[in-house]
């Protein structure tokens, strides 16, 4: 092995040891928190969540309203410990971006409706234990409650939005926290099971109409199209240097 080769392979063995923190394993730099003092983050992270959502129940036959989610503006309000995953039970707030689209005989329809999730019993999460001060933690964590709505809205008289296991939706994720100095790059996914209920403004282009659409979907930190970035092992290093 030349001298040169020599000198880049300790260069990117001493890069290695760093990146060894996560080594293995995927990790995603669509999101990343600070560490909160403890060695780990906060839960609900104050990521974004990207998912898809429909209404179909309750329009004509051949028609939806689907709608690119995200649930933004996450704040943590509490994170104690207890709840049925073992580890911690977090109450937060919310809110559910929803850009709407028409199809069928709704063709051309188009709303942004932001819909509060406000603090308190009626939105928490579940998490089971983790190590603080692990550079790697992976644990499950449960939607235990997510509601919502809005009325008096231009289109809608009501529009709810509803999930989680104390509903008897189940939805189970996972998260993983990988230090990044000085926070944590997050992977963080739940699998939703939803349900909208809705009530159309009379006179406008729901008028008349009402439903409820139930469906699961998942939630994730990378939006759609994102790839999440796997951390290097030393053996992928290596393997770019090989005669």
Not at 72 to 90: K, W
Not at 140 to 149: E, P, V, Y
Not at 178 to 190: C, H, K, R
């Amino acid at each position: 092995m030349s001298r040169l080769r020599m000198q880049v392979m300790a260069t990117v063995l001493s890069i290695s040891t760093i990146l060894a923190l996560g080594a293995g394993t995927a990790w995603s730099q669509c999101c990343i928190v600070p560490d909160n003092g403890s060695g780990t983050a906060t839960l609900p992270v104050g990521c974004i969540y990207y998912g898809k959502m429909h209404i179909v129940d309750g329009l004509p036959a051949g028609t939806t309203i689907d709608a690119d989610a995200q649930i933004e503006s996450i704040a943590s309000l509490s994170e104690v410990a207890g709840g049925s995953l073992g580890g911690n039970q977090e109450t937060f707030q919310a809110v559910l971006r929803l850009d709407l689209t028409g199809t069928g005989t709704l063709l051309g329809y188009s709303r942004l409706v932001l819909v509060p999730l406000p603090g308190g019993p009626s939105n928490m999460t579940e998490s089971a234990p983790r190590t603080p001060g692990a550079p790697v933690q992976s644990f499950d964590t449960d939607m235990l409650r997510m509601q919502g709505q809005i009325t008096g809205d231009p289109d809608f008289d009501l529009l709810r939005i509803t999930a989680g296991n104390d509903f008897g939706m189940p939805s189970p994720g996972h998260t993983t926290l990988t230090q990044i100095a000085p926070g944590w790059a997050v992977d963080s996914f739940f699998d939703i099971t939803y349900r909208i209920d809705f009530v159309g403004k009379p006179g406008g282009p729901l008028g008349g109409m009402s439903g409820s659409t139930t469906a699961t979907i998942r939630f994730s930190v990378c939006a759609p199209g994102a790839v999440p970035v796997e951390s290097t092992t030393w053996s992928g290093i290596k393997a770019l240097y090989r005669d």
